[in-house]
C-alpha cells in the first residue's frame, strides 16, 4: 500500500464520527488487512450486572475494521460499503479489558471484497467474536 | 385473571394500571443497559408490539461525505431491537400474569436475558441522516435457542434500510 493511500486510510478512520464516538484506534493498516483497538468504556456496557461490553459495540468495531481492510485492498479503487455482516460471539469480552479486532481480505472480484474478522480482549488465544463480510468495490468518491 | 392468584374479580382491571405494569418492565428493561442509552435508542410500544426509535445524532455517522449512518450503528440498532423484542416476548406473560414486580425490575432485579449467539445484517441502503426505527418478530423461541429476525426503516416503512436475523441463547428460567 502506497504512502498515500495508508495516510488517506487513517484519516478517513478518525473522519469517522462514530468511531471516534467509540474510542477506536487504526493501529495497523497493510494491502488488505488492518487492526482497530477500542478501549473499554462503562457507556458501551450491554449488561449492567457483570460489565460485559454490548454485543453491538464489538459489531461497529467489526464493522469499521473489515471496512478499512477492504478499504486498503491495493486493487480497490476507492470507498466501499458493507453489503453484509455476520458476527460470530464466542465469550463475553472480559471487562475492563480493551478490544482488538484484525480483518484481512480473503478474496476479491470486480464487483465485490470478501473480508473476515477476529476480535480478542488480552487473551490472545481465544477470540471473543469472529466475523464475515462482503464489501462493495466503489469508483473513487 | 387466573395466572396472578390475585386479580380473581369480575371487573377487569383498570386500563392505567396495565399500562403502567407494562411501560414499568420495558422501562426496567431498556433503562439499565449503558450502550442503549449511548446510542439514544428508545422504544414505543403499542399493546405487545415494540418500534425502537434511534433519533439521528452527529455521533451515529459512518459516512461524513454523505452523509450516512455508520454499519455499526445500524447493526447495533438492528441487535438491541431483537434482544429487547425477545426479552420482551420472553417475559410478557409474567409481566401481564403479575408475576414479576414492576418494583423489582425498576431497581435492578432483571431475570437473566438472551444472549447472541450469532448476528447477521443485510444493508440494503445507506442509512440517511434521519431518525430510524425498527422491529423485530421472534421467528421461533424454544427452551434454549431462539431466533429474531428484525428490519430497520427510516421515511418510508416499506423501503426497509437494514435488515438482520439472529440466533440466541435463552437464559435458564427454573431458577
Not at chain 1, 450491554?46 to 491495493?74: F, K, N, Q, R
Amino acid at each position: 500500500m502506497s504512502v498515500d493511500k495508508t495516510r488517506i486510510a487513517e484519516q478517513f478512520i478518525t473522519a469517522i464520527p462514530h468511531s471516534q464516538a467509540l474510542g477506536m484506534e487504526l493501529t495497523e493498516i497493510g494491502e488488505g488487512s488492518a487492526e482497530i483497538v477500542m478501549d473499554y468504556d462503562s457507556r458501551f456496557i450491554g449488561d449492567p450486572e457483570t460489565g460485559v461490553i454490548h454485543g453491538g459495540a464489538v459489531s461497529a468495531l467489526m464493522d469499521t475494521c473489515c471496512g478499512a481492510a477492504a478499504m486498503s485492498h491495493p486493487d480497490n479503487p476507492g470507498l466501499t460499503a458493507t453489503i453484509d455482516l455476520r458476527i460470530d460471539y464466542m465469550r463475553p469480552a472480559t471487562p475492563g479489558q480493551r478490544i482488538r479486532a484484525r480483518a484481512e481480505c480473503y478474496h476479491f472480484t470486480r464487483s465485490v471484497i470478501f473480508v473476515r474478522a477476529r476480535a480478542m480482549d488480552d487473551d490472545d488465544a481465544r477470540p471473543v467474536a469472529t466475523a464475515t463480510g462482503t464489501f462493495t468495490v466503489e469508483a473513487k468518491a | 385473571m387466573t395466572a396472578s392468584g390475585k386479580r380473581t374479580g369480575k371487573h377487569p382491571e383498570p386500563v392505567q394500571v396495565v399500562k403502567q405494569r407494562r411501560d414499568a418492565a420495558l422501562n426496567a428493561l431498556v433503562d439499565g443497559v449503558p450502550y442503549i442509552r449511548f446510542l439514544g435508542i428508545t422504544f414505543d410500544r403499542r399493546g405487545d408490539e415494540l418500534t425502537a426509535v434511534m433519533p439521528f445524532d452527529d455521533k451515529l455517522i459512518g459516512n461524513p461525505l454523505l452523509p450516512a449512518l455508520h454499519g455499526g450503528a445500524t447493526a447495533a440498532f438492528l441487535e438491541v431491537s431483537a434482544i429487547i423484542g425477545l426479552s420482551w416476548s420472553m417475559l410478557w406473560h409474567e409481566i401481564e400474569a403479575g408475576a414479576l414486580d414492576p418494583a423489582d425490575l425498576a431497581a435492578g432485579r432483571l431475570p437473566r436475558l438472551p444472549k447472541t449467539i450469532d448476528f447477521t445484517v443485510d444493508y440494503l441502503r445507506s442509512g440517511l441522516p434521519r431518525d430510524a426505527y425498527a422491529r423485530a418478530q421472534v421467528a421461533r423461541s424454544g427452551r434454549r435457542y431462539a431466533s429474531v429476525r428484525v428490519e430497520a426503516w427510516q421515511d418510508n416503512r416499506a423501503r426497509p434500510f437494514a435488515q438482520a436475523s439472529g440466533h440466541f441463547l435463552m437464559p435458564r428460567r427454573d431458577g
